[in-house]
Every structure is written in C-alpha cells, then in structure tokens.
C-alpha cells in the first residue's frame, strides 16, 4: 500500500474541494441546517469524517463504514422522488462513495501505458467517462478513479484489475489472419456438445436459466453465458448473402466485436459466394454497373493532372476497394445497397466523374474515341452507356455498331493480320 497513501491524498484534494464547493452553492441539495455554530454538513452519513482522518488509519474499519454510506445512499436514492435534483445529486454522491471504496481495494496507480496480453494491444485510458463496460465483469469502469485500458486492435475495454483473467484472444488477429465470415446460417452445435458450458468461459449454462441462462449468438450459433453475451444485435453476414436479409440478431460479444471490425473490409466476393444473388436483387445490378464505370473512369484520373489535383478519386477514400476492383464487397456495402444509400452517393460520383471527364476537362475530353467502325457521331467515352469495349485493346465502339459487326474489332483484326505477315518475312530474313 505504499503507493496507495498518494493516491488518497489527491483523492482527497480532489473530492473535498468538490463537496464544499457544492454545500457552498446550492446548501439545499445537502439538508444543510446553517446554524452558525454548526459544522454539520450533510445529512448522509457519508461525508466528512471519511475525508478528515488521517490518511495513516484507513484501514478495514474504514471500508466497512464506506459499505454503509453507500447503503444508505441507495436507500435515500430510492425514497427521493424520481428525477428530482436531490436524487440525481444522491447519484452523484453515491458514485463518489463508490469510487473511492474501488480505491482503498484496488489502489494502483503506476501501471504501464502499453500491455500486450493474448495479443490484445492494451493502451491505459485517460477518459474520465464513466459509461464504459468492462467487457471481462460486465461492471461499470468508473474511470474517474479506476485505471483501465481498451485494446487498440479490437476495443476491448476492461478494468486494469480485470486484466488477468481475460482468457479471449484479441479479435484484431483473427480478423487479420482469418479474414472470412462464417457463411452459414447460425450454424448451432447444440447445447451437449458444449457440455453445457458457456463457449467462451466455459462456466456451466442452460436454456433453464440453471445456473445460469444459456443465450445464442446467432452468429456462431453457441451458447453463451450472460457475461460473454450482452444481447447485442448486429447484421449476420450469412443471412445478407443467402437471404438478402438484414434484420439484426443477437450476437455474443466477441462476435460483436469481429463484426464491428469487419465490417468496412471488402472480403466478400459476391459472384462466387452467391451468384444467384444478382438475379433477385435488382440494386445489385446497378451497383455493379456503376463500379465497372468507375473502374474504366480511374484510367483518366490517375493521368490527369487537374483530376489528381481536385482530388476527385477521393470521393471514394470510404471504399478504397471500388477503385481496385468491382466485385468485392463489405458487409458495410451490402447494408447500404439494401437501404438504398449506396446507389444515391454512388449515382452522384459518378456523375461527378463523368462531368469531369466529358466536359469540365481538355485533357481527359482529348482522350475520347471516335468509333472505328461507322467513323461517325459524338466522341466516345468506354464507360458510356451506348458503347461497347474491345476487351483486348480497349478501343470504344458504338454498341450498334460493335454488334453489326459480329462482336469483332477492327483495330485487333488489323493487328492480328499484320503479325501473320511479320512472320514470314521474319523468316526470309
Ligand atoms: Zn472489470
Ligand atoms: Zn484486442
Ligand atoms: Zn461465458
Ligand atoms: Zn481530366
Ligand atoms: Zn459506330
Ligand atoms: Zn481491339
């Protein structure tokens, strides 16, 4: 405890002020009877002579009466009327007492700033919010006064003090060794073979409630105990790519955790997992279409001096992957074809692009086509939507055209025939 003694201290410093402040400015919310003689401040129990002995005598006695104050104070939570400024400051107090009951039991301070655990890459928080959860108790971090650490990886949260019982593996790891989603549907084991125990923790669990209640993660299709699964929802890849379905379900929390990471990575390759797909959802199509355009748009950015220059390529910095390819998706994407989201924004880059290339901008103007087969009409461009593109050296034709003539490109025919006669003459020489 010898670094505990310091750790009071400024606790003290810090708390005292803070209630003498408040008795000072608003007496009412304390009970505070101001006779002039009296010292008495407030009427819970609780106040002052927690804070006014010598720091030397904390010892159990101290604890035990702490316990005490924060009985009471709960009682007088519950007596006060709902919502008032008396109860809400009831809360206050009441957290104050709790904090400071963790500090005389948990009174560390000189704690490293990085920890590696499990592959977890655990950074010491500084935020004095106390809404977080640890994720190894399932309490509340009362960051005030407790040190606690989130995973930079995967945000795990937990209380320094929870630290060594964490038994789960970072989630980062996995998502960068074994970046595939589960694809199929709650693919559940049923409760035997985990021998009614929780998935995660192993503690003993049943769909009785007895020991303790057994919830799935429609995700894994487990079961977990109430500690490894809070009830979170989240969308399930498998029931997007066979059932186009989004509703969100119920997952564990270290599923919640992978799918929350998962979610913008580009891992689903849609023409192979589920082709059929395409056919039943029109939206799918569309996007489609608009990805390969942007594909044939991007050889005209990455030349053009003014495109680079009004960064227009990064009207796409969210999906990195629709600048690479056109047919791998996130789970992410998915969700926004769904709501209809995907195909506005974009629609709207697209015409962006467009504009650029067709008519804001010389250079890119410059690099239209004239369509070799009818040599007649507007310039072309490949991602326009009467075109067609020769596969092997990207010349643009006029769809019409292109079909009337059999599918077949002039330049690559010319080119073919030249080679034949290369070869001969070739071979005289
Ligand atoms: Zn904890
Ligand atoms: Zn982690
Ligand atoms: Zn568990
Ligand atoms: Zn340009
Ligand atoms: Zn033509
Ligand atoms: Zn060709």
Same mark, same amino acid.
């Given at each position: 405890?010898?670094?505990?003694?310091?750790?009071?201290?400024?606790?003290? !410093?810090?708390?005292?002020?803070?209630?003498?402040?408040?008795?000072?400015?608003?007496?009412?919310?304390?009970?505070?009877?101001?006779?002039?003689?009296?010292?008495?401040?407030?009427?819970?129990?609780?106040? #002052?002579?927690?804070?006014?002995?010598?720091?030397?005598?904390?010892?159990?006695?101290?604890?035990?009466?702490?316990?005490?104050?924060?009985?009471?104070?709960?009682?007088?939570?519950?007596?006060?009327?709902?919502?008032?400024?008396?109860?809400?400051?009831?809360? *206050?107090?009441?957290?104050?007492?709790?904090?400071?009951?963790?500090?005389?039991?948990?009174?560390?301070?000189?704690?490293?700033?990085?920890?590696?655990?499990?592959?977890?890459?655990?950074?010491?928080?500084?935020?004095?919010?106390?809404?977080?959860?640890?994720?190894?108790?399932?309490?509340?971090?009362? %960051?005030?006064?407790?040190?606690?650490?989130?995973?930079? %990886?995967?945000?795990?949260?937990?209380?320094?003090?929870?630290?060594?019982?964490?038994?789960?593996?970072?989630?980062?790891?996995?998502?960068?060794?074994?970046?595939? /989603?589960?694809?199929?549907?709650?693919?559940?084991?049923?409760?035997?073979?985990?021998?009614?125990?929780?998935?995660?923790?192993?503690?003993? *669990?049943?769909?009785?409630?007895?020991?303790?209640? !057994?919830?799935?993660?429609? /995700?894994?299709?487990?079961?977990?105990?109430?500690?490894?699964?809070?009830?979170?929802? !989240?969308?399930?890849?498998?029931?997007?790519?066979?059932?186009?379905?989004?509703?969100?379900?119920?997952?564990?929390?270290?599923?919640?955790?992978?799918?929350?990471?998962?979610?913008?990575?580009?891992?689903?390759?849609?023409?192979?997992?589920?082709?059929?797909?395409?056919?039943?959802? #029109?939206?799918?199509?569309?996007?489609?279409?608009?990805?390969?355009?942007?594909?044939?748009?991007?050889? /005209?950015?990455?030349?053009?001096?003014?495109?680079? #220059?009004?960064?227009?390529?990064?009207?796409?910095?969210?999906?990195?992957?629709?600048?690479?390819?056109?047919?791998? /998706?996130?789970?992410?994407?998915?969700?926004?074809?769904?709501?209809?989201?995907?195909?506005?924004?974009?629609? #709207?880059?697209?015409?962006?692009?467009?504009?650029?290339?067709?008519?804001?901008?010389?250079?890119?103007?410059?690099?239209?086509?004239?369509?070799?087969?009818?040599?007649?009409?507007?310039?072309?461009?490949?991602?326009?939507?009467?075109?067609?593109?020769?596969?092997?050296?990207?010349?643009?034709?006029?769809?019409?055209?292109?079909?009337?003539?059999?599918?077949?490109?002039?330049?690559?025919?010319?080119?073919?025939?030249?080679?034949?006669?290369?070869?001969?003459?070739?071979?005289?020489?």
């Amino acid at each position: 405890m010898s670094g505990g003694g310091s750790i009071i201290c400024d606790f003290i !410093a810090h708390t005292v002020p803070f209630y003498f402040l408040l008795i000072a400015t608003r007496p009412e919310l304390f009970n505070v009877t101001r006779t002039p003689s009296s010292d008495r401040t407030m009427d819970l129990g609780l106040a #002052e002579d927690h804070f006014s002995r010598p720091v030397g005598s904390l010892v159990a006695s101290d604890i035990e009466q702490l316990k005490l104050a924060i009985e009471e104070c709960k009682k007088l939570i519950l007596e006060l009327p709902e919502h008032s400024e008396r109860q809400k400051d009831t809360v *206050v107090k009441l957290i104050h007492l709790r904090l400071k009951l963790q500090e005389l039991k948990d009174p560390e301070e000189d704690e490293p700033n990085l920890r590696i655990l499990l592959e977890h890459r655990f950074s010491k928080e500084k935020s004095k919010s106390v809404k977080q959860t640890c994720d190894k108790c399932s309490t509340i971090i009362w %960051g005030l006064i407790q040190t606690w650490y989130t995973c930079t %990886g995967c945000y795990y949260r937990c209380h320094s003090k929870c630290m060594n019982l964490i038994t789960k593996p970072c989630v980062r790891s996995k998502v960068s060794h074994q970046s595939e /989603y589960e694809l199929s549907i709650c693919p559940e084991i049923g409760l035997d073979r985990q021998d009614y125990r929780c998935a995660e923790c192993r503690s003993p *669990v049943s769909l009785r409630g007895v020991p303790s209640e !057994a919830r799935q993660c429609d /995700y894994t299709g487990q079961y977990y105990c109430s500690t490894c699964h809070w009830n979170d929802t !989240a969308v399930i890849p498998a029931r997007v790519i066979h059932n186009w379905e989004f509703e969100p379900r119920k997952v564990c929390r270290s599923s919640m955790r992978y799918l929350t990471l998962m979610i913008p990575r580009p891992v689903l390759k849609l023409k192979e997992i589920n082709p059929l797909l395409f056919n039943f959802v #029109e939206e799918l199509v569309e996007i489609r279409k608009l990805r390969q355009d942007i594909l044939l748009m991007k050889p /005209y950015f990455i030349t053009c001096k003014e495109a680079m #220059e009004a960064r227009l390529l990064l009207q796409l910095q969210d999906r990195q992957h629709f600048v690479e390819n056109d047919d791998m /998706y996130s789970l992410q994407d998915l969700i926004d074809i769904s709501t209809g989201r995907l195909s506005c924004s974009l629609t #709207e880059i697209h015409t962006t692009f467009a504009k650029h290339i067709k008519l804001d901008c010389e250079r890119c103007q410059a690099k239209g086509f004239v369509c070799e087969l009818c040599k007649e009409g507007d310039i072309l461009f490949p991602f326009d939507s009467h075109t067609s593109v020769c596969h092997d050296c990207s010349a643009v034709f006029h769809r019409d055209c292109y079909y009337d003539n059999s599918t077949t490109c002039p330049k690559c025919t010319r080119f073919t025939e030249r080679k034949q006669d290369d070869i001969p003459e070739e071979k005289k020489a």
